[in-house]
T-cell receptor, first 113, second 115 residues
Framework: LAKTTQPISMDSYEGQEVNITCSHN???????ITWYQQFPSQGPRFIIQ???TKVTNEVASLFIPADRKSSTLSLPRVSLSDTAVYYC??????????????FGGGTRLMVKP | EAGVAQSPRYKIIEKRQSVAFWCNPI?????LYWYQQILGQGPKLLIQ????????DSQLPKDRFSAERLKGVDSTLKIQPAKLEDSAVYLC?????????????FGEGSRLTVL
């Protein structure tokens, strides 16, 4: 199973772009990469999912290099409300298998004014 | 669209007592999950249901935890007897089966404090 490694914490300022990188050296061919966001006292919320290259939605972009051994979640122009824990998960999205369901420690992002 | 509903939101019990949590997933979601999240840690999967069958319960402490999903809709997670280390937030999530299966929809959780 592909294990993920991400920084424990990051600090940023309002208006900056934040990039959180996740390492997953043993990613398998069928694995997708999914990012979740969690605020205190709430359940995690899906942000974005991708398989390769770049995926963009209304809140974030996900960059995946050709070897797929890492991925970067990019949050443009963060605000105080983006302060949260961000989790990177890797696994077989179609079958909800493997580490697709395993949350690590996540990255605590603190956005300062 | 209604989200995943959980109750109760908060529960305080003494050790060795029992407690039950209820979850109602999003309508049409075949897959249901229970997670345990201890303060400062990421959620840990306890059990996964596909309709009313168990797909994975390898991390469920079966000597004290039980879960059921009768009729493939609502689910109940029970702890009996509770231990101090069971203090955590219990999160329920649901998902479609298929290409969108990678997205889990979580409820707000049930916070358990064991004294």
């Amino acid at each position: 199973l592909a294990k993920t490694t991400q920084p424990i914490s990051m600090d940023s300022y309002e208006g900056q772009e934040v990039n959180i990188t996740c390492s997953h050296n043993n990613i398998a061919t069928n694995d997708y990469i999914t990012w979740y966001q969690q605020f205190p006292s709430q359940g995690p919320r899906f942000i974005i999912q991708g398989y390769k290259t770049k995926v963009t939605n209304e809140v974030a972009s996900l960059f995946i290099p050709a070897d797929r051994k890492s991925s970067t979640l990019s949050l443009p122009r963060v605000s105080l409300s983006d302060t949260a824990v961000y989790y990177c998960l890797v696994g077989d999205a179609y079958h909800n298998a493997g580490n697709m369901l395993t949350f690590g420690g996540g990255t605590r992002l603190m956005v300062k004014p | 669209e209604a989200g995943v509903a959980q109750s109760p939101r908060y529960k305080i019990i003494e050790k060795r007592q029992s407690v039950a949590f209820w979850c109602n997933p999003i309508s049409g979601h075949a897959t249901l999950y229970w997670y345990q999240q201890i303060l400062g840690q990421g959620p840990k999967l306890l059990i996964q249901f596909q309709n009313n069958g168990v797909v994975d319960d390898s991390q469920l402490p079966k000597d004290r935890f039980s879960a059921e999903r009768l009729k493939g809709v609502d689910s109940t997670l029970k702890i009996q007897p509770a231990k101090l280390e069971d203090s955590a937030v219990y999160l329920c999530a649901s998902s479609f089966r298929g290409r969108e299966a990678g997205e889990l929809f979580f409820g707000e959780g049930s916070r358990l404090t064991v004294l």
